[in-house]
């Protein structure tokens, strides 16, 4: 896990960031959705592996890789490419590059919504690590995955199997290839719980999306003023709150795509985290504990892991027809994993007073929810459970012949622990085990009660009492979905 996951860091931060300036904020890291992945610093100030424990199960639900633009965003690069390219100007300082810039786009019929071959490698880099961080898989082994079907998803699926299953992917001879994607139909109405893209399956969802009027009010309020502050290194050309908007996104994506991070250097620390803030407001009061609905989204992604945590690694559900392995990737959009965040209910308290619900013109310093160490690129929400025992001593012994000693002491209980991109994340209210994870029949009751209470039932919640087949059940992990698609994974 160590020597990829510096490599990784390594490849990423070989991005040069911010390279004019020589401080060390790093704009890469305050670009919300459009940031390439990075692991979230801690913010809770735990350590990343309790003593003494080993992960027997893990469950993540994960945005896909590094893309190209959506074609609204790749507009307005064009717009703003016509615009440096259809006037006669002079631009100095920080925009002297203006006139040599062109958008990184240069194949459209195959890049815009696309994985880039930066998210490829995001997605690669995160089997690998998965791999040797549990050793869950050995040599040999099948595993299945499940994905949303959008392209850019399922392909953020195949490289995490490539990275996860180097050994055991067959050019020629497909049949002995070991990772097996079970797609799932992708944002759509008719599977309502039953997918990795629910927010889509609830009609009742998007009334209570406030996040886009909310971020644009927020950057309402920042944008003139970049504007203006740019101006005066311009004659000739005015940038307006539009022309900012696609600038700032282009940190990030140019930074992904190309490695180009010349736009990274316009902006000052303090127009970065006005960005980064309306993000924050765009996803909290858009996908997040803002929507009212967004619990009842999250919710059955969370109840199916924590079922599958309650009977252990190996162990299917009542009427189940599939066996899921210990570790249980899902991949899916950014939107969906905000509720998952909502359904655990996270980052939606605080000690001191006045953070939560988000305010709409003051960003907080103490908030947790914060869209840059969620949904940046491949961002991830994932459960563990542990396995814990007394710590080991510094002193081991061994009989000949006892074969090799188990990895934790059997009677070993169990715990829950969150990770969000990487870094723990205690859950309120439990947090009594090692690492300040939470005792796993304590989890259990939390999902079962409180968390089912604030989600409420997802049918009711979300107006489907006259739909016909609606289900509130998040079960293809252990139930093969109908319209479902398995494909196995090759490396052809
Ligand atoms: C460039 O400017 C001319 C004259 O104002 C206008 O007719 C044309 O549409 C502009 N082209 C682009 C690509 O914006
Ligand atoms: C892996 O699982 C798939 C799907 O169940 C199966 O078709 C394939 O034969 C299995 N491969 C091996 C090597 O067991
Ligand atoms: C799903 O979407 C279609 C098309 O918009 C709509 O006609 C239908 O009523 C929706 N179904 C449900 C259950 O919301
Ligand atoms: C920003 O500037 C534009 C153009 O001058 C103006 O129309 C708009 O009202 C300004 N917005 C705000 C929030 O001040
Ligand atoms: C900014 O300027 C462009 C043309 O350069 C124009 O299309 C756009 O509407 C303007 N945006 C605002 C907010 O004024
Ligand atoms: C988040 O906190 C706000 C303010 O306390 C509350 O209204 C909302 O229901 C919470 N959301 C969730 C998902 O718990
Ligand atoms: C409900 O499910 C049945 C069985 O899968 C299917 O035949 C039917 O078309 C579904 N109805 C709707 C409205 O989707």
Known sequence: MRSIHFAFTALLVSIPAASAVSHSFDPLRHSGPASPYFDAPSQDDISDMPAGCVVDQAAYIVRHGSRYPEPGSFSGWKNLFAKFQN?????TGP???????APPVDDVPHQPLFLSSTGALEAFALGVDLRKRYGFTKGGDNITIWSAAQQRVLDTATFF??????????????SSNRGSIITLPDSVNYTFANSLTPSTGCPLYKTGDTGASSADAFRATYQNATANR??????????????????????GFQAEINGDTRFCDVFEDSEW???????DLN???????????SATVGFPWVKAVSDLFALGPGKTTPGGNITPPALLMGFTHDNNLPPVISALGLWNTSGTPGVYPLSHTAPSPERRFRASLLV???GYVALERLACAAPAGPKATHAAGAGAAPAHAPGAASFVRVRVNRAPVVIPGCASGPG????????????????????????????????????????????????????????N
């Open 87 to 91: 006037a006669s100007y002079t631009a």
């Open 95 to 101: 925009l002297a590059f203006i006139p040599s810039w």
């Open 161 to 174: 199997a490539r990275g996860y299953l180097a050994q055991g992917n067959y050019l020629a001879a497909p």
């Open 230 to 251: 740019l101006n005066t290194f311009l004659d000739g050309l005015a940038l307006n709150a539009s022309d900012i908007g696609a600038m700032q996104d282009l940190c």
């Open 273 to 279: 985290l006005d960005y980064e803030y309306a993000h």
């Open 283 to 293: 996803y909290y009061y858009g996908s997040g504990p803002g929507n009212p609905f």
């Open 376 to 378: 940046a690129f491949r």
């Open 436 to 491: 300040a994870s939470c005792p796993l029949a304590q989890f259990t009751a939390y999902v079962d009660t409180t968390r089912a209470r604030a989600a409420g039932d997802f049918v009711q919640r979300c107006g489907l009492q006259g739909a016909a087949n609606a289900t509130g059940e998040a079960t293809f992990f252990t139930v093969a979905p109908p319209d479902m698609q398995e494909l196995l994974v090759g490396l």
